[in-house]
């Protein structure tokens, strides 16, 4: 398995420890290269990172190999590939799939099938699910190959420059076209599960358009600029338009057995090439009969 590494040219003379903060290196990632196995070269020759770089240095990061935990089982299962290179990997998750084991579907999620794929191919990494479903919700899922490369994910969707957008289906008639729902959320006192408004909840931010009305219900487009524990199903059931299917917040399930919860869009900066990247998946057969 050849381990995974990243090639810098430095811009301007200083400490490479300096650079490497630049190029979004964490400390906590300097860390697991230097005591897990890693390398970082100058001009082809092992340094640490107090070495004095020269303008035009080429300073390469060996990441060391990563293994998965002894809690994840690779598993054979369909797994539904939009795109892949060396950093990531974007995959269509089905619904009533887990993105990762749970207590009571410890087998089939998205993250077994995927080591699967990791191991058949050689790929030295652990799983680093950056946008995770939950069971009922289908659509993109972004994957990063390397605990770098997901730190650098993470940073983005910290600034707002990874776009997640959704299609959902809900109850009730919007009155509004195009609204942002800006409402904290939390855990529901009681609950390990349900969150819910409230004041001493995290910021949390959806902007909803309506795409069409239909009989008795509302077709929207959604956009996550946080990304908190459900909630896209919590701020559309503050507002009184639930998810048709979602029965934990108030919808009903007499027209399709999931919540009806798709993610349509994911747009991102490539962590390694800075190219944007657009990617979109059609809904699923149940969502587009039901529209």
Request: a positive charge.
């Given at each position: 398995?050849?381990?995974f590494?990243?090639?810098?040219?430095?811009e301007?003379?200083g400490l490479?420890?300096d650079a490497?903060?630049?190029w979004?290196?964490?400390k906590?990632?300097?860390?697991?290269?230097?005591?897990?196995?890693?390398?970082?070269l100058?001009?082809?020759a092992?340094v640490?990172?107090?070495?004095a770089l020269?303008?035009g240095?080429?300073?390469?990061?060996?990441f060391?190999?990563?293994?998965?935990?002894?809690?994840?089982?690779?598993?054979?299962?369909?797994?539904e590939?939009?795109?892949?290179?060396?950093?990531?990997?974007?995959?269509?998750?089905?619904?009533?799939?887990?993105?990762?084991?749970?207590?009571?579907?410890?087998?089939?999620?998205?993250a077994?099938i995927?080591?699967?794929h990791?191991n058949?191919h050689?790929?030295p990494s652990?799983?680093?699910?950056?946008?995770?479903?939950?069971?009922?919700?289908?659509?993109?899922?972004c994957?990063?190959?390397?605990?770098?490369?997901?730190?650098?994910?993470?940073?983005?969707?910290?600034e707002?420059?990874m776009?997640?957008r959704?299609?959902a289906?809900v109850?009730?008639?919007l009155?509004?076209?195009?609204?942002?729902i800006?409402?904290?959320?939390?855990?529901?006192?009681?609950?390990?599960?349900e969150?819910?408004?409230?004041e001493?909840?995290?910021f949390?931010e959806?902007?909803?358009c309506l795409?069409?009305?239909?009989?008795?219900?509302?077709?929207?487009?959604l956009?996550?600029?946080t990304?908190?524990?459900?909630?896209?199903?919590?701020?559309?059931?503050?507002?009184?338009?639930?998810l048709?299917?979602d029965?934990?917040?108030?919808?009903?399930?007499?027209?399709?057995?999931r919540?009806a919860l798709?993610c349509?869009e994911?747009?991102?900066?490539?962590p390694?090439?800075?190219?944007?990247?657009?990617?979109?998946?059609?809904l699923n057969?149940?969502?587009?009969?039901?529209?």
């Open positions: 398995m050849k381990p590494q990243l090639t810098y040219t430095a301007n003379p490479l420890r490497l903060g630049g979004g290196i964490s906590r990632t300097l860390a697991s290269v230097k005591y897990g196995g890693g390398q970082i100058v001009n082809g092992e640490t990172v107090r070495h020269e303008k240095d080429a300073v390469t990061v060996i060391p190999h990563e293994e998965h935990g002894k809690g994840l089982s690779a598993e054979d299962g369909p797994l590939i939009v795109y892949e290179d060396e950093a990531l990997l974007i995959v269509e998750k089905p619904p009533m799939q887990n993105t990762i084991p749970s207590r009571e579907h410890p087998f089939g999620s998205l077994n995927v080591a699967k990791f058949d050689g790929i652990t799983l680093h699910i950056a946008t995770r479903l939950d069971r009922d919700t289908s659509g993109l899922v994957i990063a190959k390397n605990r770098h490369i997901h730190h650098m994910i993470s940073l983005q969707q910290q707002k420059k776009k997640r959704y299609e289906l109850h009730g008639l009155e509004k076209e195009k609204f942002t800006t409402a904290p959320i939390g855990r529901k006192n009681a609950s390990i599960i969150r819910e408004v409230r001493d909840g995290q949390a959806t902007e909803v795409l069409q009305k239909l009989a008795g219900y509302s077709h929207v487009s956009q996550l600029n990304g908190r524990t459900h909630q896209i199903r919590v701020h559309l059931a503050h507002i009184g338009h639930p048709v299917g029965d934990l917040y108030g919808g009903k399930r007499n027209l399709i057995k919540q798709h349509t994911l747009e991102l900066i490539h390694v090439t800075d190219e944007r990247l657009f990617f979109h998946s059609s057969g149940d969502m587009q009969s039901l529209i």
